[in-house]
């Protein structure tokens, strides 16, 4: 494959972003954690690179992307993150939230649910949990962050108990 989604919410310094990525490169394990060996991986064939989840990173990744991309001359690297990476290439795309669902809507239709339902730790949406979902992803206003911190907690909570607690949000969701 010539994709590949890199998840770095575990990853804490700039330096291991690239040993993550030979990780999921599949590279050998002796080679060197430099961009080249990313790129000598690579070669010249176009290929796309995910690193989602890199706010935590800090200083630094910025310039680890643009090592990756000058080593690698058929690659193209989609960065999320609630920041700016610092990259000299970078072109921000901001995103507002996400659609919700009010009224007599189909709750299933709206991304803001969706995103719950797939972040949701306790399995399949039962029927007299849509209304709640739908309450919550309407009360954090479609924030895509928010929605996947409170789906977090169906491991211990039902969604009924989650709109409950959006009262108290800040300590609900921390």
């Given at each position: 494959s010539n994709r590949w989604f890199v998840e770095c919410v575990q990853i804490q310094a700039a330096d291991d972003v690239i040993g993550h990525v030979l990780s999921i490169l599949q590279a050998p394990d002796d080679v060197a954690w430099e961009a080249e060996s990313v790129g000598q991986h690579l070669g010249d064939r176009p290929a796309l690179l995910v690193l989602d989840n890199l706010e935590q990173i800090g200083p630094g990744v910025g310039s680890v992307i643009d090592r990756l991309l000058f080593s690698c001359p058929g690659l193209k690297v989609i960065a999320t993150s609630r920041q700016a990476t610092g990259s000299a290439n970078e072109s921000i795309l901001e995103l507002g939230?996400?659609?919700?669902?009010?009224?007599?809507?189909?709750?299933?239709?709206?991304?803001?649910?969706?995103l719950f339902l797939d972040r949701m730790q306790?399995?399949?949406?039962?029927?007299?949990?849509?209304?709640?979902?739908?309450?919550?992803?309407?009360?954090?206003?479609?924030?895509?962050?928010?929605?996947c911190?409170?789906?977090?907690?169906?491991?211990?909570?039902?969604?009924?108990?989650?709109v409950t607690e959006l009262d108290d949000m800040f300590r609900l969701l921390s």
């Open positions: 939230p996400l659609p919700v669902p009010g009224g007599n809507d189909t709750v299933e239709l709206f991304a803001s649910v969706q306790s399995g399949p949406l039962a029927e007299h949990d849509r209304g709640a979902v739908a309450q919550i992803v309407s009360r954090l206003e479609g924030s895509p962050l928010a929605i911190l409170a789906a977090a907690q169906t491991t211990t909570m039902t969604p009924g108990q989650i």
